[in-house]
């Protein structure tokens, strides 16, 4: 199933996508749950998932630039750092190096595509391993379990990488996963938030 939904009535007159990824992944996470940030950057969605998952929880954080890792780590409070796993790799291998043990039990994915914020440009995420960590990511998830995918389109291969993810989320079986994409407006630049459901 696949839904347009014009946030803009829901969220006032600025919506901002990486707040409405955040409300539906805190939807379905409680103390103690697993969580990915698969695109850890500034650290502003790790942050938020070790608030959600708790000192009982645990965060797995991947990227592949250090200084987001550096800058990720200076955000997190002492206890945070306890719960919370910093991975130098790319999120395409993000599965190997998540113990067995919680496959099946992860409660929310998030990705946020593109480049390092206050960075070099050309350092962004690639469809190839994009798609690959979302398929092997979206394996490991549990009954219930959400993963969202906020994509952007307005650099250089952002609208090629965004149309890769629709592909490979419309193949998916219905039967399995629920498909949602929210834009905030009919920009064809504008981000898209996809967030898929696992039945
Ligand atoms: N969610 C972040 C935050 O809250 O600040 C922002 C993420 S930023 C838009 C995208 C990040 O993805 C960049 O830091 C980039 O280094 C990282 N990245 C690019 N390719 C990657 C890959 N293959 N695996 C993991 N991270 C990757």
Known sequence: TKQLVDIESKHGREPRLTTLAQDIVRSVITPGDIVIDATAGNGNDTCFLAGCTGADGKVFAFDVQRLALQRTAKRLSDMQHEQVELLLHD????????????????????????????????????????????????????????????????????????????????????????????????????PLLLSVTKH
């Open 91 to 190: 999120h395409a291998k993000a599965v190997n190096l998540i113990p067995a043990t919680y496959h099946g039990k992860v409660a929310a994915v998030m990705f946020n595509l593109g480049y390092l914020p206050g960075s070099d440009q050309n350092k962004t995420t690639l469809p190839s391993s994009t798609c690959r960590a979302i398929s092997s990511l979206l394996s490991i998830l549990r009954p219930g379990g959400i993963c969202t995918i906020l994509c952007y389109r307005g650099h250089p291969g952002g609208a090629e990488e965004t149309s890769k993810v629709e592909e490979q989320l419309a193949a998916l079986p219905v039967t399995d996963f629920l498909v949602e994409t929210y834009a905030a407006n009919k920009d064809e630049k504008t």
